[in-house]
């Protein structure tokens, strides 16, 4: 009896991923523009979107993500001696890139001359069969015409609504489920540590001592909305860095980049936070606010798709982002700024997102590899240390600076105590750099912070220190 011959679909079914998507990403990180044109290609049908972004970018599938639980399941069809198939509506150059890399499967069925989905692929399928019995691996509702003429059908992960559609055809589906992604997966998606960075909020509050409930809880809102519209401006991020964080020792194991959270997933979930976000700074707080918060929002845009990869310009507009933190809450609460606090904050958080970068390269320079997606080299670490150095110390210089004025001596009545804060500074500036040159910091030192006991020291010392001097 000729045994079955395997056919496996590949985007959300082998892969948790969808190749076209991800094409499309990476023509949206060369140009947002290109967005409007995808959007007119599409109208013109999905074998005219499919080319014309196949003309425009050809992608690097060499880390695409893969389902284990349908890789071991293949494993024991190939073992018992079937041919296997990789059968994909995605282009034939792609889908073979991918054949390729697995090594698993004798051929590809491809889109070649026109869209190779539904009743198309069912027909490319059963010409390639010739009459021999086939087994199918889908996931979609798309595949239903194929599972319904396969001798055994295969539903990976497949939603309620195709499960029912599936047994009203009369396909009796075995179900191949991969684990959802957890609550644990969301919030590291939402890079939910990085909410520490928006307790800068609530610093206008602290330089003003502002005892006015109404003020503190506007913050409190202030800080859920920053966070969310964080989290999503850090999942697109992620959208967009998907290839080169595959190629990182650590941030390969990033939800987007591993294929826990898929990019349809990711898109749904970034809108969610996003608008979210918004709608809380606009109504719990007030339209100033909301205007800071959209500015944070281009701002960290022009990030992503432009200055990322220009050396210094990153690191300039990192420092601003933490800045604009502390613009937030003066505008939030309606308390003004002083330029020290923000000269005291530009230079301190240059100093840290220069911490980031030099970090990140010391990593690399362990594990032999070479930065991707930077403007940096790793000639330029020494540089990069300098600079960081000398803008941490400038940050102390200032605040010394500040104790010795005549605002300080109006806003603290014992202000002296402020010159203990100065040398506890120092120290936490130098060890985080002295770390960082002992290759002993992660490459985000506030979530090195968070998690570091010296530095909740420092944080209660100067607290305990202000309050003195107030």
């Not at 539904?118 to 069969?129: C, F, H, M, N, P």
């Not at 992503?304 to 310009?313: G, I, M, S």
């Not at 990153?314 to 982002?321: K, N």
């Amino acid at each position: 009896m000729t045994q079955p011959v395997i056919y496996v679909d590949l985007d959300g079914t082998l892969s948790p991923s969808d190749v076209l998507m991800e094409s499309c990403l990476l023509l949206l990180k060369r140009n947002l523009l290109y967005g409007f044109l995808m959007v007119w290609w599409a109208l013109k049908g999905g074998w005219i979107f499919k080319q014309e972004v196949a003309r425009r970018v050809d992608p690097v599938l060499d880390r695409l993500p893969v389902r284990s639980e349908v890789m071991d399941r293949l494993q024991q069809f190939k073992t018992s001696g079937h041919t296997l198939v990789l059968a994909s509506a995605s282009l034939k150059r792609d889908v073979q890139k991918v054949a390729d890399r697995l090594g698993i499967f004798d051929r590809v069925i491809a889109s070649e001359d026109s869209n190779l989905k539904g009743v198309r692929k069912l027909a490319a399928i059963e010409s390639d069969a010739a009459g021999a019995p086939f087994v199918y691996f889908g996931d979609a509702a798309v595949d239903l015409p194929i599972w319904q003429k396969a001798a055994l059908a295969f539903g990976v992960n497949v939603s309620p609504v195709v499960q029912a559609r599936a047994k009203a055809a009369g396909v009796e589906l075995q179900r191949i489920d991969t684990p959802r992604p957890s609550l644990r997966v969301w919030l590291k998606a939402m890079r939910i540590q990085q909410w520490a960075k928006n307790g800068l909020l609530f610093l206008p509050l602290i330089a003003a001592h502002s005892r006015d409930p109404q003020q503190w809880l506007a913050m409190l809102w202030g800080f859920v909305a920053f966070g969310l519209v964080a989290s999503a401006t850090y999942i697109w991020n992620d959208l967009m860095d998907l290839d080169s964080d595959r190629q990182h020792p650590r941030k390969r194991n990033r939800p987007m980049a591993s294929g826990a959270v898929s990019i349809p997933q990711a898109f749904v979930f970034m809108k969610v936070l996003g608008v979210s976000g918004f709608l809380v700074a606009l109504l719990a707080v007030n339209v100033q606010f909301f205007a800071v918060l959209w500015i944070y929002t281009v701002v960290t845009l022009l990030y992503t798709f432009v200055f990322k990869r220009t050396a210094f310009v990153d690191v300039l507009l990192l420092a601003l982002l933490y800045t604009v933190r502390v613009i937030a809450g003066g505008v939030g609460t309606g308390i003004a700024l002083s330029s020290w606090l923000l000269a005291i904050s530009l230079f301190l958080f240059l100093s840290l997102a220069l911490v980031k970068r030099c970090a990140e390269l010391e990593f690399l320079q362990i594990e032999g590899n070479v930065p991707h997606g930077r403007g940096y080299r790793m000639s330029d670490l020494s540089y990069l240390v300098s600079m960081g150095i000398s803008s941490g110390f400038v940050a102390v210089l200032v605040l010394a600076l500040y104790v010795d004025s005549q605002n300080g001596s109006r806003l603290y009545s014992s202000p002296q105590y402020l010159w203990g804060v100065c040398p506890l500074f120092l120290y936490w500036l130098m060890r985080i750099w002295i770390l960082t040159s002992r290759k002993e910091m992660i490459d985000d030192p506030v979530h090195f912070a968070l998690n570091d006991r010296i530095s909740w020291g420092f944080l209660l010392a100067t607290v305990v220190l202000f309050s003195l001097a107030a």
